[in-house]
């Protein structure tokens, strides 16, 4: 069937978003073991951000892309200074750290809907058709291959990181177990506000990249967020590569799914696939 | 009780003080003269765009018309198009602002939800939706906008003349109008002799990524496809098909038309064909003449279709109260006999209800990111 | 006035949804956030019963709350397996899912276009004496969860959200608690769904997405888990306030997005500070 390549491509198109939403999310899930719903909100920021500086104030993109990943970094730091940790100090349970980053998500959304409108919006000038590739029949946009190249060379880089650096060795002692990294002399504070600095400045990559490709709405937030929970729950949580596989197998599935259904069951095949996998194997794909 | 208790009980009891002594308040204030005129729209989520233009043109008309003393006074409300929301909004206009009639935004499911709470406090509703559902709603609804069917009908004939004998169509399953837009169609479209191969829905609530659908189209290979979506989900429908490598034609309708749609679409629109309604503002007189006040008055935003209706209404109500005020009945007598003073979506045909059934729609195409008119 | 009775009517619909909310969440500490599902069930049985075979508006809600029993049973088969954050999240893909259905499941439900013209039974046409069969209903549940709570079954509830193992040890079946509390809570959720479809006269999927599940937790999360005055009382709030904002006077575009970041940051400052809630005994 011709249109076999096509459905591949898209399938690692959305693959390579999720992937994205994943690492941030997994990363941040490994040091402080709780589901942060706020997340979502740093691919919304980011990509505002973009917006604000290249439609609104006419920077130009190779200054509003860093600047955006930076904002979107810095605002993932805050939330960890200025709610989580105060939360993690009481240890407080994972459940309530739940619920407080629901709150955070949506407060963020509604503001940034407040100061940039319901609108839809896209951050491409909208002059010009993109340039589009033909794979063995199927298309695939500029845009798009950014995307693949990006969350490929993300994922190398974080793998990279972790395994040869300092930091990165610091960040999996706490993962493994923080008591123990706190008694070795690591300060997990420190180590937690970086990991939620790289996590949120990888959403926001996330999110611009999104608003390059199809369109920016308050709105993206949950929805991007929700598919990279899934993903990274079949992948095996707190496994990075395990996010990895489990965001393109989502993508997969989703895409190869509504062929023969109609297209409308999309969202409730992802969620499927979440609940088979907690059902017969919860560790996920790559255990950890 | 704990002293969180008595704070928040304290809390709920002044609300609900206050809310009863504004409620009071404009009462006095409006035993005077002008017409209360609710408006409950969609200013925020997917129809937000089309909500904000009829608000606006809500607002210059009611400047215009109070020049030379208060004729009408406009209180708004989000609908949200959101049933749920909706209703509140339609209490709160119809108790604490007294309001004697409510002009309802697009939003179909909202619509639907108001009209039989008008019917129960016998309070005149014109909702600008095309549905046809709305046109048996009650006995105190009035719909603003023509039926769907005309439009459909006029595409499926054209695409047929164009050589078109397979088609793709595709859908907002959320929406009433897009439903009997693409069943019309089909009716329409089969029976003159072509076929419709996929009739595929999508949900432009939960997102902007219609490759999936798209993917779908490009497997049965269509001449031509019918997309029914508003300017805000059009925009990146489109793109993404002309990316994906769809060449066949595209046909829309009109609620496509808005700058909003190219700004998700580009130069991806590029020979787009639409049914239209009348407005434009390269059309009649009196639709340049508001097309510039518009512009004037809000710049950077392009009038709308909805926005013109709703300017007309207001007139037509405010002439209509001038002459028959303060017998509320004569006044909607008078708005079916004169149901619009600049006909600035051209001459609408109502039903003998009341209800705009159709208008000369027309056929516009898209050249350099602009719809101009179809010969 | 009659603004004021409609929102005493969603008011009560929302507390009965949030008295039976808590017995799962609040009692049993099981965070289901796929509430809303159930809701829509009874909703929509009363909707399309009564539209399209005429029947009688208890009668519907009768079968609402029997379809969402046994939905319930089925689904609350596949949770109990799971426990803490795991146990929201295959709840949120369960509301994923039936939303899904609600939307897609066409030749029955009509998908997004709606049941329209739900009807409600004669003696209760005018809207206050609407409200007074809604408040009925609240006053039922309330004392059914209030019965529930001090018996001996709630004495295990509470001991399970406890300590689950301990209480295993002394030959409890958790299970079947767990899964009896849940359907419970599910069939309590769909008189509220009959009562708000035959309210509103018109219902569509958009009303029980996972947002509107959210929306339940945040209310016996702010009144105060395991104590069900408190889901009342969060309910009372969290009604109130978004209508208290359509006054202050925000630009109306303004004031929607407004109740949102309220809300949220409401449910950021009780975590922070007060995560019992209003008048809980409980925190998450």
Redesign the interface.
């Known amino acids: 069937?011709?249109?076999i390549p096509?459905?591949i491509v898209?399938s690692i198109?959305a693959g390579a978003i999720y992937t994205l939403v994943a690492l941030g999310f997994n990363l941040i899930y490994s040091t402080t073991k709780f589901f942060n719903l706020a997340h979502g909100a740093m691919a919304v920021v980011g990509g505002y951000v973009v917006f604000s500086l290249t439609r609104q104030l006419d920077f130009s993109l190779w200054l509003s892309i860093p600047v955006a990943i930076l904002v979107a970094g810095v605002i993932g730091v805050l939330s960890d200074l200025l709610l989580f940790r105060k939360l993690r100090e009481r240890k407080a349970s994972s459940m309530i750290l739940l619920v407080a980053s629901l709150g955070l998500f949506t407060a963020i959304q509604a503001m940034i809907?407040i100061l940039f409108?319901?609108?839809?919006?896209?951050l491409?000038?909208?002059?010009?058709?993109?340039t589009?590739y033909?794979v063995f029949g199927g298309?695939i946009?500029q845009t798009q291959v950014v995307i693949l190249a990006t969350g490929l060379l993300i994922m190398a880089g974080i793998g990279l990181m972790l395994k040869y650096t300092k930091l990165g060795k610091a960040i999996q002692a706490v993962g493994d177990d923080e008591e123990v990294a706190k008694i070795v002399g690591i300060d997990t504070n420190k180590v937690i506000a970086i990991v939620f600095f790289i996590g949120s400045a990888i959403a926001g990559v996330a999110g611009l990249l999104v608003g390059f490709?199809?369109?920016l709405?308050p709105t993206?937030g949950l929805?991007l967020l929700l598919k990279g929970i899934v993903a990274a729950i079949v992948g095996g949580v707190g496994s990075l590569y395990g996010g990895v596989l489990g965001a393109f197998l989502l993508g997969f599935v989703?895409?190869f799914g509504?062929?023969h259904l109609?297209?409308?069951w999309?969202?409730a095949i992802a969620f499927v696939l979440l609940i088979l996998f907690l059902i017969f194997r919860p560790q996920g794909i790559v255990k950890k | 009780m704990?002293t969180?208790?008595k704070i928040?009980v304290a809390?709920?009891v002044i609300?609900?003080v206050?809310?009863?002594i504004?409620?009071i308040q404009k009462k006095e204030v409006i035993s005077g003269q002008p017409l209360r005129v609710g408006v409950l729209l969609p200013?925020?989520?997917?129809f937000?765009?089309l909500g904000?233009d009829l608000k606006n043109a809500l607002l210059m008309a009611s400047s215009d018309i109070n020049k030379n003393g208060q004729k009408v006074q406009l209180t708004?409300?989000?609908s949200?198009a959101?049933?749920?929301?909706a209703?509140?909004g339609a209490?709160?206009l119809?108790?604490?602002n007294s309001v004697q009639l409510i002009i309802g935004g697009t939003g179909s499911?909202a619509n639907?939800?108001v009209a039989?709470i008008m019917e129960m406090?016998k309070t005149p509703f014109f909702p600008l939706s095309a549905t046809s559902?709305l046109n048996s709603a009650g006995t105190y609804t009035r719909k603003l906008l023509p039926d769907m069917d005309g439009e459909a009908s006029k595409i499926a004939a054209y695409a047929f003349a164009q050589g078109a004998r397979k088609v793709a169509i595709l859908y907002d399953?959320?929406?009433?109008t897009h439903?009997i837009g693409k069943d019309v169609f089909s009716t329409v479209f089969s029976g003159l002799g072509g076929t419709i191969t996929l009739v595929?829905?999508?949900?432009s609530?939960?997102?902007?990524?219609f490759?999936?659908?798209l993917?779908?189209v490009?497997?049965v290979g269509p001449d031509a496809i019918y997309a029914l979506a508003i300017e805000?989900?059009g925009?990146?429908l489109v793109?993404?098909a002309?990316?994906?490598?769809l060449t066949q034609p595209l046909y829309g309708f009109s609620a496509l038309e808005s700058d909003?749609f190219?700004?998700?679409?580009?130069?991806?629109a590029e020979g787009v064909v639409i049914t239209a309604q009348p407005f434009s503002c390269d059309g009649a007189v009196a639709m340049q003449k508001y097309c510039l006040a518009f512009k004037a008055s809000y710049p950077g935003r392009q009038p709308l279709l909805y926005g013109a209706v709703g300017y007309d209404l207001l007139f037509a109500l405010a002439l209509a109260s001038e002459k028959y005020s303060p017998d509320f009945s004569k006044i909607i007598d008078e708005y079916k006999n004169n149901p619009s003073v600049y006909n600035l979506n051209g001459t609408p045909q109502l039903d003998a209800h009341g209800n705009v059934r159709t208008v000369d729609f027309t056929m516009r195409i898209v050249r350099d990111a602009k719809f101009v008119e179809l010969k | 006035?009659?603004?004021?009775i409609?929102?005493a009517i969603?008011f009560s619909i929302y507390a009965i949804l949030g008295v039976g909310l808590n017995l799962v969440v609040g009692y049993t500490g099981l965070l289901s956030v796929t509430h809303a599902a159930f809701y829509g069930i009874g909703a929509y049985a009363t909707a399309i019963l009564s539209t399209v075979y005429d029947l009688n508006f208890f009668v519907t809600m009768l079968v609402g709350v029997v379809i969402s029993g046994v939905v319930s049973l089925l689904i609350g088969l596949v949770l109990s397996r799971f426990d803490g954050d795991y146990y929201a999240l295959a709840a949120l893909g369960f509301n994923i899912i039936v939303y899904s259905i609600f939307?897609?499941w066409q030749s029955v439900t009509r998908?997004?276009?709606?049941i329209?013209?739900i009807d409600r039974p004669d003696f209760v046409s005018a809207n206050w004496a609407f409200l007074i069969m809604s408040a009925l209903f609240l006053i039922a549940i309330y004392y059914l969860a209030q019965y529930l709570g001090k018996s001996s079954f709630g004495r295990v509830l509470k001991a399970i959200r406890e300590d689950e193992r301990a209480i295993q040890v002394f030959g409890y079946q958790t299970h079947y608690y767990k899964l009896m509390i849940f359907v419970i809570g599910a069939m309590m959720a769909a008189v509220a769904g009959s009562i708000f479809a035959a309210y509103?006269?018109?219902?569509?999927p958009?009303?029980f997405t996972l947002n509107e599940s959210i929306f339940l937790l945040a209310i016996i999360i702010l009144g105060g888990l395991a104590n069900n005055k408190g889901a009342i009382?969060g309910a009372?709030?969290l009604i109130?306030l978004p209508?208290?904002l359509?006054?202050v006077g925000f630009p109306?575009?303004i004031?929607?997005?407004m109740r949102q970041v309220v809300y949220g940051l409401l449910l950021v400052f009780l975590m922070l500070y007060?995560p019992q809630g209003?008048?809980g005994e409980y925190e998450l």
């Not at chain 2, 959101?82 to 929301?85: E, F, L």
């Not at chain 2, 609530?205 to 990524?209: L, R, V």
């Not at chain 2, 190219?262 to 991806?268: D, I, K, R, T």
């Open positions: 069937m011709s249109i096509q459905l898209n198109i809907a409108t319901s609108q839809f919006q896209t491409t000038t909208g002059a010009s058709i993109s589009v033909d298309a946009t490709d199809t369109g709405e993206m929805a989703e895409n509504i062929w109609s297209g409308e999309k969202d | 704990p969180a208790v928040v809390v709920v609300i609900l206050g809310m009863a504004s409620a200013l925020t989520g997917k937000s765009n904000e708004f409300e989000d949200a959101d049933p749920k929301v209703v509140l209490a709160k119809l108790d604490a499911s639907l939800a039989p406090r559902k399953t959320s929406s009433d439903v595929q829905g999508y949900d609530k939960t997102t902007a990524d490759r999936s659908v993917t779908r490009k497997d805000k989900v925009g990146p793109k993404q002309r990316e994906l490598g909003e190219f700004n998700g679409s580009g130069l991806a | 006035m009659e603004y004021l409609h929102l969603l939307l897609n998908g997004p276009l709606g329209p013209g509103i006269t018109f219902i569509d958009s009303t009382l009372l709030f109130l209508e208290m359509r006054f109306t575009d004031a929607a997005q007060r209003l008048m």
